[in-house]
């Protein structure tokens, strides 16, 4: 199974907003309200920031938040700081053989 | 919750390896554990996961038939052991435990896995 499509890169400027899309199929995406989604700075474990499309786990900032809509998943940041650069990961369950997959991993840069 | 894994590791092409990976500060046989890798420069990939009440495994299909993960209750210990090893599994390999909702909450430290040919 492929992973999921994320942009490699996204940029914004301290104090906007910014999305990351996560696209998958009807077999994951689509059809899964588990999709989550992480930070990992670099020389860092990842660490959850959503999971359930769109809850936040206790000491999560209600500056990240989640969405699904069809087949794409989408994280948004608001009020970007310059802690927020780091790297994105959004996961899905699936139906397949491989029940988790994992997006491809979106740079985030705070300009 | 505290999950430490083992140290780094250097193997030849055909070699196996095992890491192991301790888990605190939660009922061990709660919450199933994962294992995740991430090859350099790329995203991570799910390699599979166990039950640590029963010891069941379910594998992701690429792995499977190459991989072990083994749990040890009475030190809360799970292990997992990759054979056949190629230059391509050089990554770093992550223990994870999932308190549901197949979202992965407490993640180990990493271990290094570097496999030479």
């Known amino acids: 199974q492929s992973a999921l499509t994320q942009p490699a890169s996204v940029s914004g400027s301290p104090g906007q907003s910014i999305a990351i899309s996560c696209t998958g199929t009807?077999?994951?995406?689509?059809?899964?309200?588990?999709v989550s989604w992480y930070q990992q700075h670099p020389g860092k474990a990842p660490k959850l920031l959503i999971f359930?499309?769109?809850r936040r786990p206790s000491g999560i900032s209600d500056r990240f938040s989640g969405s699904k809509s069809g087949n794409t998943a989408s994280l948004t940041i608001s009020g970007l700081q310059g802690e927020d650069e780091a790297d994105y990961f959004c996961t899905s369950h699936t139906t397949g053989n491989t029940l988790i997959l994992f997006g491809g991993g979106t740079k985030l840069t705070v300009l | 919750v505290q999950v430490v894994q083992s140290g780094a590791e250097v193997k030849e092409t055909g070699a196996s390896v095992k890491v192991s990976c301790k888990t605190s500060g939660y009922n061990f046989i709660a919450y199933d554990i994962h294992w995740v890798r991430q090859a350099p420069g790329q995203g991570p990939q799910w390699m599979g996961s166990?039950?640590?009440?029963?010891?069941?495994?379910t594998f992701a299909q690429k792995f499977e038939g190459r991989v072990t993960m083994t749990r040890d209750t009475a030190i809360t210990t799970a292990n997992m052991e990759l054979r056949r090893l190629e230059p391509d599994d050089t990554a770093i390999y992550y223990c994870v435990t999932s308190t549901g909702f197949w979202a992965f909450h407490y993640w180990g430290q990493g271990t290094r896995v570097t496999v030479s040919s």
């Open positions: 166990i039950n640590p009440s029963n010891g069941v495994a």
């Open positions: 009807g077999s994951d995406v689509g059809r899964s309200n588990f």
């Open positions: 359930e499309v769109n």
